[in-house]
């Protein structure tokens, strides 16, 4: 069997890989997690494991999470009417937010217990999200910058301005090779 090292059976591959020293374990990131427990803040022991969880891939975030769920939910917890329970699902919102906003994933990704959200709740951030500009501010930038544009660019720019002018849905890709002008081109759109 191949969950087996040294006779002894191990619950998953993943246990099997550690005990042959395969993979390295989370010491280094309980340690870290540990030391930060001492001198900051729930929030910031938050964004530490949103970092962890991103950059690193520790080898098992759910028993990370679990042995420092009480300490990343512990702002929640004092607030009055505040059950454990709910302090941990409002730790792990706020934790899947941080996530999101680094490399667009949820907690699902990083084998995370996923949060109970009110309907919607997650769509009406991500909406407040991409729509929280001043379309001033916007008309601006594309006035200043329209006439900078290459011809190949001012193309692109006509015909996407045109379909969002007629009211006309899609999707609308933009390929070319680094130091195309692609980042310019969007920022005005």
């Not at 941990?88 to 949060?115: R, V």
Request: one cysteine or more; hydrophobic letters at 30%; a negative charge.
């Amino acid at each position: 069997m191949l969950r087996t090292v040294n006779g002894i059976t191990h619950k998953s591959y993943r246990d099997a890989c550690l005990a042959l020293g395969l993979l390295e374990d989370d010491n280094i990131h309980r340690e870290t997690l540990q030391e930060t427990c001492m001198s900051q803040s729930p929030q910031q022991l938050r964004n530490l494991f949103a970092i962890l969880l991103t950059q690193i891939c520790p080898s098992n975030p759910t028993e990370l999470w679990e042995e420092f769920c009480h300490e990343m939910s512990g702002d929640y917890a004092h607030q009055t009417d505040v059950t454990e329970e709910a302090a941990k699902n409002m730790a792990l919102i706020n934790l899947e937010d941080i996530i999101a906003s680094i490399d667009g994933t949820s907690l699902e990704n990083h084998s995370l217990p996923m949060p109970t959200r009110q309907a919607d709740e997650r769509k009406d951030k991500e909406y407040s999200r991409e729509t929280n500009y001043s379309c001033e501010d916007q008309e601006r930038i594309a006035d200043a910058n329209v006439q900078k544009l290459t011809p190949e660019q001012s193309v692109i720019y006509n015909d996407f301005t045109l379909k969002i002018q007629n009211g006309q849905s899609g999707i609308c890709f933009l390929d070319a090779p680094g130091g195309f002008g692609k980042t310019f081109l969007s920022k005005l759109s």
